[in-house]
């Protein structure tokens, strides 16, 4: 036993960075999922650990708020560890200059768009136009309130590189690079890329540069199966939950897939839960045209419950259309904070409802609930 013990502090002593290694690569993942999964510990042992070839758990009613996350998924695979999502010099300048909103933890921020029956944006409501329903509770006042048509942008744009998409992948790119190049604003904005079949892979982690956005969308090659949860679980966990915010930002994330997950080890509401985790408004765009498949509802349920909206394209070129769609929507929106009654940090979820209640036949949407912090 003391023979083993000199060994290793003699192989300690020659590599100590070989050890500090190892020890980061074992807690990379250790982030706790999501606030209902912090809750539960306090109340119930530690579940078994997820064995990686564990498959999802059968999919929740779409009523239900989400359950707690797994405690770890596989860690994506990252072609450009040089630009790990912190600051570019030139950013720090910017920042100085964009307004800075500071919100209690007490208060909950939305972000919502409103369309009228012609499914065109209406930019010019006032906050008396709005009513606020928490928890199935009229909120008393609605405390800041803006037409964000300006903000800056944190945008993870998620593409299926499946072999089910095989056919249709070219153009779906090109697609991509056109929307980045039009709505990413050097020093202003910032985006990443990740490709993803069985396990997510980062081909460019967050940077303002369209130039190198666009060599991260062309190093994508079809081939695999589709863990397109993990996908978005990794995006909003790992990504835009730790990217610097330095002031009010928008968060989307831009998902395309036919969205038929066969290689996920988290499910569809858990994957759900962290992006409302992150503030994330999720986008998808369909690759089951031109006759459609069981993955659009999929895909509808995780637009829905984020406040953004699914597109279900009928030909190739309305894959373009559809990201145009997107860009305008990222450009027209409002933004609101109140606080609810009855607020307890309990990490219990709440359900939101924005209401346009001095104009008829408009459409407001915005995400479902939140979590609540906990303590």
């Given amino acids: 036993m003391q023979l083993a013990r000199r060994i290793r502090l003699i192989l300690v002593a020659a590599c100590p ?45 779409s ?29 720090e300048n910017s920042d100085a200059h964009r307004p800075v909103f500071v919100v209690p933890v007490n208060e909950v921020s939305v972000v919502f768009t409103v369309t009228d029956k012609h499914n065109h944006y209406v930019k010019d409501l006032a906050k008396s136009d709005f009513r606020v329903i928490d928890d199935e509770k009229p909120i008393t006042e609605i405390r800041s309130f803006r037409r964000e048509t300006d903000l800056p942008v944190q945008v993870g744009l998620l ?17 991509a690079i056109e929307f980045l190049n039009q709505t990413i604003r050097p020093r202003y904005d910032r985006a990443f890329v990740v490709g993803f079949d069985v396990a997510p892979e980062v081909t460019q982690d967050f940077t303002d540069s369209t130039e190198a956005l666009s060599k991260g969308v062309r190093m994508l090659r079809p081939g695999g199966g589709t ?76 637009a829905d419950a984020t406040g953004g909206r699914a597109f279900v394209p009928f030909q190739l070129t309305d894959v373009a259309n559809a990201f145009g769609q997107i860009q305008n929507d990222l450009r027209s929106q409002y933004a609101l904070s109140y606080r609810p009654a009855d607020f307890k940090h309990d990490g219990r979820y709440r359900t939101i409802e924005i209401l346009a209640q001095t104009h008829k036949g408009l459409k407001v949407r915005s995400r479902h609930g939140y979590y609540a912090p906990a303590e």
């Avoid at 797994?70 to 999502?85: L, M, R, V, Y």
């Fill in 63 to 91: 009523s239900q708020p989400p359950e707690a996350a797994p405690e770890q998924i596989p860690a994506a695979k990252t072609n450009n560890d040089a630009d790990s999502g912190a600051p570019h010099e030139n950013q």
């Fill in 227 to 302: 863990a397109m949860y993990d996908a978005l679980y990794y995006a909003c966990r790992d990504k835009l939950l730790k990217s610097p915010q330095t002031g009010a930002v928008r968060r989307a994330i831009i998902l395309v897939s036919d969205g038929d997950d066969n290689a996920s080890h988290v499910s569809r509401e858990e994957a759900i839960e962290m992006a409302l985790r992150a503030n994330a408004i999720v986008y998808t765009i369909s690759t089951n045209f031109p006759s459609g498949g069981s993955g659009d509802k999929v895909l509808q349920r995780i």
């Fill in 159 to 175: 593409i299926d590189a499946s072999n089910s998409i095989r056919d249709r992948f070219k153009f779906e790119q090109e697609s």
């Fill in 17 to 61: 960075s070989a050890f500090l290694a190892v020890g980061a690569a074992q807690t990379t993942d250790d982030l706790p999922s999501a606030p209902s999964a912090v809750i539960q510990e306090r109340v119930k042992p530690a579940p078994a650990p997820v064995q990686p070839t564990q498959t999802p758990s059968a999919e929740q009613s």
